[in-house]
């Protein structure tokens, strides 16, 4: 195939490309691509620098509140705009882009983004039920895959991975991301990152990633998105940012900054976070973007008065692009004039968005990712199909199965499927679903009547999402008395988590909890199958039902994902990566609590505890069940005195004592039982996935290095202190053996 090399021939005139011999990946080596982005830089006029730190979106799918901006297609002409979002597919972005290349001055290539969050296409759990797999490589193949679509269709960067930490369940976006815990999301979102940029951006199957929403976002108060969120610096720096740590080492390409109050300061202004952290701390060498409108936004917060005064903070904060909030754009000049800012600043903003765009090889051939015919062929593909559901399975926790109701036999005379969830399409991909449709989803209906035959599938809706209609309770009570089993396919519906999405009830919506109760007096094997963005207060039906599986909002193939585990053709694996309350009242609860002066029980007066309900959650984190059991045995430390922080070694048997071979997650947390700050009563700082056949035993190893067992201290300094420690090691936070070593 004949190479052709290109040469950027740059004169005042604008770009005179001399098209001689183009590699087919384009060396974007740093070197190389700096000395480009400088020679581009040369040639810009201030304005054409501004028009690069402004990002519009497209008027397809707007993300956020429509802000006001001028006429799209001539300030592209004009040069004012770096980068487009919500601009889908080979052929739309191939014609904004040539009004780019072929009708602006200096014909620089535009860089579109797209919030592929959980798949493109083909789509995935969600990620909070992508990270109950606990399945690194599973979340690096998804991002891998949605990553592939993307790129066929036009896109070069995606708003993902959201990395905020929650620990709050009322909060929508908890199904964003990937739970409670650090070290579970920073290992997550290091698999997320290298699956979307994959090993070189020069590939075309690789779009760069963004690390969101920094920081802070997660711990909203009350749960009510975009709301106040507050906290220590230790707080923030040993829960909120080690996955952005992770997605910066892992070398996420681009950070967005988020649209919270961070202390008093909100984080698109905060230079300690952005400029200090970050940029510097940090030494991150990639593009951060506002959050849509949160520049201008910042007036409202109450920090700035005017779009003026928001661009000083946010730019002197650290924030290169401005999504939607056309300050940038309007008011740079002036804050240059008015020497707020400096031209060395916006060069070293536009040198890292010049980057980005010679690091994917727009500038070598800007159509390269608008190609139709490879659009057409890539999207849906089988294979990407068939690890949706391999994902989507492996995100499945079994919560409970009294009496062995799991799993069930394809030999069954007749089910009553009953809920909203059955056969909800569109319910299926969830929020954030990019360009998934509704209409390539198999349901949980239309797959059991594949493998059972319609006629052994007695199906009533039952009651809707989340309204009191219970009109539907007649048939479907028919239906679960004429069946020998019941499948209750209830929940949320696929818009109720997400941005904007909080819920101070997080119980099952609607009437469908008391149809779910009517149905388990019936006393017939029964499963509840629950469909939600985040944990929903269980305990009514966890008496009655006998038994639960959480799916999540499982994605396109949510019906063989499902019936595979229900007929045991996958022996469930998942684990909870966030707590499931006993009572909303309980909020925040989370695993990695600190201990307090008078820990304590509901039977302990004098002690930290509720008249009314437990302190402990109704599932806690890491739990989930399996077909089989498996039993943990012989903890041993390779010392009981760690003196020169070489890593501890720690080993484990684990006996799979049931029928079914089965994978089991198992958990290494540590306590550090004195410090000069106090410490949670456990952290999650290990795991690994065994298969074991029934009745097999192995041994697990896991190394406990000094990282492990640093934190900040009362001056705010990371290291470690000499004292106690306990190690755990078990099937969940709350089912562990342990051990104990002293660090000298
Ligand atoms: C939204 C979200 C952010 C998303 C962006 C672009 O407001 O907060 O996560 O990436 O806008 O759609």
């Known amino acids: 195939m004949k190479k052709i090399i290109f040469l950027a021939a740059m004169s005042i005139l604008g770009i005179t490309a001399c098209k001689t011999v183009v590699k087919e990946t384009p060396d974007n080596s740093e070197k190389e691509v700096m000395k480009k982005a400088d020679s581009v830089l040369a040639l810009m006029t201030l304005d054409e620098k501004i028009g690069q730190l402004n990002q519009f979106s497209g008027d397809g799918e707007l993300t956020g509140p429509v802000a006001l901006r001028p006429d799209l297609l001539q300030s592209i002409r004009d040069g004012k705009v770096g980068s487009m979002l919500n601009i889908n597919g080979a052929d739309y972005t191939r014609k904004i882009q040539k009004i780019a290349i072929e009708e602006s001055r200096l014909k620089i290539p535009l860089i579109f983004g797209y919030d592929v969050i959980h798949g493109y296409k083909t789509i995935f759990p969600i990620p909070l039920g992508e990270a109950a797999s606990w399945d690194i490589e599973v979340a690096e193949r998804s991002a891998r895959i949605g990553a592939t679509e993307a790129a066929a269709a036009g896109q070069h960067w995606t708003f993902a991975p959201m990395v905020d930490i929650a620990r709050d369940p009322r909060w929508g976006r908890i199904m964003e991301g990937s739970g409670e815990d650090p070290y579970l999301g920073s290992r997550l979102a290091e698999a997320r990152v290298k699956g979307f940029q994959g090993k070189n951006l020069a590939d075309i199957t690789t779009i760069l ?52 109050d961070l202390n008093g300061v909100p984080a698109t202004g905060n230079k300690y976070l952005i400029h200090d952290i970050l940029k510097t701390e940090w030494a991150f060498k990639g593009m951060v973007v506002s959050d849509w409108g949160s520049i201008s936004e910042m007036i409202p917060h109450g920090i700035v008065a005017n779009k003026y005064e928001a661009g000083d903070l946010a730019f002197n904060a650290g924030v290169d692009m401005d999504m939607e909030g056309n300050v940038y754009l309007t008011e740079m000049k002036n804050l240059l004039k008015d020497g707020n800012i400096t031209e060395a600043q916006i060069d070293e903003s536009v040198r890292r968005v ?84 509704g209409k390539h989803v198999i349901t949980l209906k239309k797959e059991l009547e594949t493998r059972l035959g319609a006629g052994k599938v007695l199906y009533a809706k039952g009651a809707n999402f989340n309204d009191s209609d219970k009109s539907g309770f007649a048939a479907a009570m028919a239906a679960a008395r004429r069946a020998d089993i019941i499948i209750a396919a209830c929940g949320e519906a696929g818009m109720m988590s997400g941005e904007s999405m909080s819920r101070a009830d997080i119980s099952i919506p609607g009437v469908q909890e008391e149809l779910i109760l009517e149905m388990a007096k019936l006393g017939k094997p029964m499963v509840l199958v629950l469909f939600n963005g985040r944990p929903l207060i269980l305990t009514k039906v966890n008496t009655f039902v006998p038994a639960i599986l959480e799916a999540w909002i499982p994605g396109t193939m949510t019906g063989p994902a499902l019936c595979d585990v229900l007929f045991g053709e996958y022996n469930p694996s998942g684990k909870l990566p966030v707590t499931f309350p006993y009572s909303v009242g309980q909020i925040p609860i989370y695993y990695n ?152």
Not at 242 to 258: C, D, L
Not at 404 to 416: D, G, M, W, Y
Not at 608 to 628: A, E, K, M, Q, W
Request: hydrophobic share 35%; glycine share 8%.
């Open 354 to 437: 010049l980057r980005l765009k010679f690091l994917l090889g727009l500038f070598e051939d800007p159509y390269r990712y608008s190609n139709t015919e490879r659009e057409s062929q890539t999207l849906l593909k089988p294979e990407f199909l068939a690890e949706a559901r391999d994902a989507a399975r492996k995100s499945f926790v079994l919560l409970k199965n009294e009496n062995q109701v799991l799993p069930l036999n394809i030999s069954v005379k007749s089910v009553a499927l009953i809920g909203p969830a059955a056969d909800a399409a569109d319910d299926m991909i969830g929020n954030w679903s990019g360009r998934g449709e």
């Open 593 to 744: 609590h600190k201990n307090s002066g008078r820990p304590g029980s509901q039977e302990q007066k004098f002690t930290s505890r509720y008249l009314d309900v437990p302190n402990d959650p109704l599932f806690p984190f890491g739990y989930g069940l399996s077909y089989t059991q498996f039993a943990y045995n012989n903890l041993i430390l390779s010392e009981s005195i760690v003196s020169d922080i070489h890593p501890l070694e720690v080993r484990v048997d684990i006996k799979n004592t049931g029928l079914v071979a089965g994978t089991e997650t198992v958990q290494l947390y540590i306590r550090d039982l004195v410090g000069s700050v106090t410490r949670p009563v456990k952290e999650l700082k290990g795991f690994t996935k065994v298969m074991l056949k029934a009745g097999e035993v192995q041994t697990v190893s896991f190394k406990v290095a000094k990282e492990d067992l640093s934190f900040y201290n009362r001056e705010g300094v990371w290291g470690t202190e000499p004292g106690k420690f306990k190690v755990f090691v078990g099937t969940n936070s709350q089912n562990t053996i342990e051990a104990g070593f002293e660090l000298k």
């Open 209 to 260: 990633a963004c690390a969101k929403h920094y920081a802070g976002y997660g711990n909203a108060q009350a749960g009510r998105d975009y709301y106040t969120t507050d906290m220590s610096d230790n707080t923030l720096r040993e829960i909120y940012l080690p996955p952005f740590k992770a997605a910066a080492k892992a070398g996420v390409e681009t950070f967005m900054s988020a649209f919270n």
